[in-house]
């Protein structure tokens, strides 16, 4: 019986949603592996929605849902509905919507907020001893949601490769232990079942992120 995995998505695009390149690497890894996957997204409304070419804000509203089902062809379905029966692990991509539309990180840090939804499904998969997979700024959902947990972002310590590499810093303030690991490396947290990868945080070829994104959907099938 093939494996069944829910992807939470976040968005459409990294500066508003759900990182395209990610998500996609995700899909595809899932698809090599014969794995049966359920998208889900939360029908909320947008922090915001970014202008891609210029960075900036505009005056727009979307729906987090409704542009989530962009990348997965409309194959997707409200974050509300997901029933932990039905899938055997879980995994989030990253991009700023995780912070922006899963949780408040990117304007609150540690002190954020998360999705009601969001955080429901992963206290559910943990308890239930479900693997979970997080790539990006997506691990910051866990460090906030199950202290004492070890995670990777990528590096601790900022240069022109890791710029948000502070990130992990904030991490280990709400008690998570960072591991530091390559980009096209995932770190497994055995005992959590959890496991992380860097992606976009690294400054790094897109192929590069592709590998590191296989990595950690293949730990996280040996779990599952």
């Given at each position: 019986?093939?494996?069944r995995?829910?992807?939470?998505?976040?968005?459409?695009g990294v500066?508003?949603?759900?990182?395209?390149?990610e998500?996609?690497?995700?899909?595809?890894?899932l698809s090599r592996a014969?794995?049966?996957?359920?998208a889900?997204?939360?029908d909320v409304?947008?922090?915001?929605?970014?202008?891609h070419?210029?960075?900036?804000?505009?005056?727009?509203?979307?729906?987090?849902?409704?542009?989530?089902?962009r990348?997965?062809?409309?194959?997707?379905?409200?974050?509300?509905?997901?029933?932990l029966?039905?899938?055997?692990a879980?995994?989030i991509?990253?991009?700023?919507g995780?912070?922006?539309?899963l949780?408040?990180?990117?304007?609150?840090?540690?002190?954020?907020?998360v999705?009601?939804?969001?955080?429901?499904?992963?206290?559910d998969f943990?308890?239930?001893?479900?693997?979970?997979?997080?790539?990006?700024?997506?691990?910051?959902l866990?460090?906030?949601?199950?202290p004492g947990?070890e995670?990777?972002v990528g590096?601790?310590?900022?240069?022109?490769?890791?710029?948000?590499?502070?990130?992990?810093?904030?991490?280990?303030?709400?008690?998570?232990?960072?591991?530091?690991?390559?980009?096209?490396e995932?770190?497994?947290d055995a005992?959590?079942?959890?496991?992380?990868?860097?992606?976009?945080?690294?400054?790094?070829?897109v192929?590069?992120i592709?590998?590191?994104?296989g990595?950690m959907?293949?730990?996280v099938?040996?779990?599952?």
């Open positions: 019986m093939a494996k995995v829910a992807v939470i998505l976040a968005g459409c500066y508003d949603g759900s990182e395209i390149y998500s996609s690497a995700v899909m595809i890894h014969n794995v049966k996957v359920n889900y997204a939360p409304a947008q922090m915001h929605v970014v202008n070419i210029k960075g900036e804000p505009t005056e727009e509203s979307r729906n987090v849902l409704t542009e989530s089902a990348i997965v062809r409309g194959n997707i379905q409200d974050l509300a509905t997901l029933k029966a039905d899938n055997d879980l995994i991509p990253g991009g700023f995780v912070a922006k539309n949780c408040t990180w990117a304007t609150q840090g540690k002190d954020c907020e999705n009601p939804a969001v955080e429901k499904a992963i206290k943990h308890k239930a001893g479900k693997p979970l997979g997080l790539c990006c700024i997506s691990p910051v866990a460090a906030k949601i199950l947990c995670l990777t590096h601790d310590k900022e240069c022109e490769m890791w710029p948000n590499a502070n990130t992990a810093n904030v991490m280990k303030e709400l008690g998570c232990k960072h591991v530091n690991k390559h980009v096209k995932a770190h497994v005992k959590n079942k959890i496991v992380t990868t860097s992606a976009f945080m690294c400054n790094a070829p192929h590069e592709f590998d590191g994104i990595v959907v293949e730990e099938l040996k779990l599952a």
